[in-house]
């Protein structure tokens, strides 16, 4: 596996500075401060229901609707995402489709997920069909082949296997992207995470 991050064009990709999320009228989350530095790894730790994903969504260019955030959150200028959902829910087509209408190199794409398990013969059948775990990865493979200076990714081991997840640990770990992300895997984050942040319902 190979991955390109871009260099961070400020020393903090992200910041939070008293952070709250609200659906609605309703707060889920906060106040939250900290900041994912270039190059740091930063896990949202906490039970279901403390506005993890909510908080992914407040750097997000495009919110649920009824999402509204108070206090600080801070992108550095210019700084470009790569997002992997919690659910698969868009993912559709054959596996070349879905490179090519995400922008993608598609024998990149195609190569990732071969390391992946996938076998030639499920190029030919549509993302609909595949397993959950089939449909995470190309959801991994997809923000793989892009390059980003922040990555976001919501609990990116739902339904991987071991040997993939391995595969991911050890790039992440070489590649040292800033990333922000949501994992209830205790044994991944403690050999990833930088840093973890505690978050308690509000």
């Not at 509204?68 to 210019?78: D, F, K, P, Y």
């Not at 980003?148 to 739902?158: F, G, I, M, R, S």
């Not at 991944?188 to 509000?202: H, Y």
Request: aromatic fraction near 8%; hydrophobic fraction near 45%; charge should be positive.
């Amino acid at each position: 596996l190979k991955l390109s991050p871009l260099a961070c064009p400020q020393p903090c990709a992200a910041r939070f500075d008293g952070a709250r999320v609200f659906y609605d009228s309703v707060q889920v989350c906060g106040p939250v401060s900290f900041a994912v530095p270039a190059g740091g790894r930063v896990a949202l730790c906490g039970p279901n229901g403390c506005g993890k994903t909510s908080l992914l969504h407040a750097v997000l260019p495009q919110k649920p609707a009824g999402l509204r955030i108070e206090g600080g959150v801070w992108l550095a200028g210019g700084t470009r995402l790569s997002y992997v959902p919690q659910t698969a829910a868009g993912v559709h087509g054959t596996p070349q489709a879905f490179a090519r209408a995400c922008g993608l190199e598609e024998s990149r794409f195609l190569a990732i997920l071969r390391k992946f398990g996938f076998s030639r013969a499920q190029f030919a059948l549509p993302l609909e069909q595949a397993s959950e775990g089939q449909k995470k990865k190309a959801l991994l493979a997809k923000s793989l082949c892009e390059s980003a200076h922040l990555y976001v990714w919501d609990e990116p081991l739902n339904y991987i296997d071991v040997f993939s997840r391995m595969q991911l640990e050890e790039l992440l770990r070489a590649c040292r992207p800033a990333m922000l992300l949501v994992e209830h895997d205790q044994a991944f984050l403690e050999g990833l995470a930088d840093k973890r942040v505690k978050l308690v319902p509000a």
